[in-house]
């Protein structure tokens, strides 16, 4: 009798808890109506590309990489889950005839987003400037952000909402800053400008990461780390080696089918070298990598075999360089091992149906 009466009282409190009412927690669908997923730690990413003639390399790491990437990030405890966008610019119509932007909104169809980000050709440009603040407000103001904010208790730790996360990877800078090129000085006759793009994000709490190529003048980088340091983010310039294409797909962990498949589309690309067999690599898909896992940490994700620096295979950038001591954690403490949250906390973590 006393055993069925604490049964009872247990599931009465566990009724009120947030983490444990469904409805109050907003409990909602995936993008396909598949499953309903409840305070799993949520991230929502968008690629901003820039795809003029210049950035061909780079558009090809996004694309040979995006779904290891996601994978990797996914195989957390508890597991994240992640959606992905695309926006890819290049430049206004007296500079380029084909188009401003495109976009792909956000979803948790990887294989889709790949599909788009493999129709993707670098193209055009030439000049430096290119339309870069067109391209972040797309981003920042015309996709569809999850802007689910869980029901919390005040006497608890919060349960994290959704991480937002722009990766803005370009080799140009935004037109009217003062680059060499002089094309569109004014700026954008749109009237964007990236201090606009950073009110946005901050706004929308939207951490910017900025990735600039080889080709990036001065001013492109003082304006590519201003966007990054000012909404939370951090900066990286990519460095760049040319690398034997069988031995570097497997050295990447690819599949010995994707590897083969990989080798022979390499052998396609412009800066293929026929007498070495390789290509030009770059550090593009390690930065996403260490910086998708850094953000996932900060929402309590724990990956097997980690050091403190979220590195799980000894070859990914330190989180701490990435951030740039930027990503604080959302929830840094235990709860006290003697109040109620506590103790009903431990008998979550132990269910399998929590997990």
């Not at 947030?18 to 997923?37: H, S, T």
């Not at 950035?55 to 990030?73: G, S, Y």
């Not at 990054?228 to 900066?235: I, Q």
Request: proline share 3%; aromatic share 10%.
């Amino acid at each position: 009798m006393k055993i069925a009466s604490f049964v009872m009282a247990l599931f009465v409190i566990v009724s009120v808890l947030p983490f444990a009412n469904v409805a109050e927690a907003g409990c909602v669908l995936d993008d396909v109506g598949q499953k309903c997923i409840v305070y799993e730690p949520r991230i929502d990413v968008v690629f901003v590309i820039d795809s003029t003639g210049s950035m061909a390399d780079e558009i090809r790491t996004v694309k040979t990489h995006l779904i290891k990437i996601i994978k990797e990030v996914e195989g957390g405890q508890p597991r994240p889950y992640l959606r992905v966008g695309v926006v890819t610019y290049r430049d206004h119509e007296l500079e380029e005839k084909e188009y401003l932007y495109r976009k792909f909104d956000l979803t948790n169809d990887i294989n889709a987003a790949v599909n788009f980000i493999n129709g993707i050709e670098a193209y055009g440009g030439g000049d430096l400037p290119e339309a870069v603040a067109d391209g972040l407000d797309v981003a920042i103001n015309q996709m569809n952000w999850n802007d689910i904010v869980y029901t919390q208790n005040q006497q608890i730790n919060p349960v994290p909402s959704t991480k937002r996360l722009i990766f803005l990877i370009g080799d140009a800078a935004p037109h009217g800053e003062g680059s060499t090129d002089r094309s569109y000085a004014q700026g954008s006759p749109d009237g964007h400008n990236y201090r606009d793009n950073i009110k946005d994000a901050v706004n929308k709490d939207i951490r910017i990461y900025t990735v600039s190529g080889s080709g990036i003048d001065s001013v492109g980088i003082r304006i590519f780390k201003e966007i990054a340091s000012k909404t939370g983010g951090s900066y990286t310039h990519l460095s760049y080696i040319r690398r034997e294409v069988q031995e570097y797909y497997e050295d990447e962990g690819f599949a010995p089918e994707e590897v083969q498949s990989y080798v022979a589309e390499a052998r396609t690309y412009a800066d293929y070298d026929k007498e070495t067999n390789s290509i030009l690599t770059n550090t593009l898909g390690k930065f996403a990598m260490g910086s998708m896992k850094a953000e996932a940490q900060d929402m309590g994700v724990k990956y097997d075999n980690a050091d403190n620096s979220g590195n799980t295979d000894g070859d990914w950038i330190d989180t701490d360089d990435i951030t740039g001591d930027v990503v604080t954690d959302v929830i840094d403490e235990e709860p006290s091992k003697d109040s109620l949250y506590g103790f009903f906390r431990k008998i979550f973590d132990k269910l399998a149906f929590w997990r």
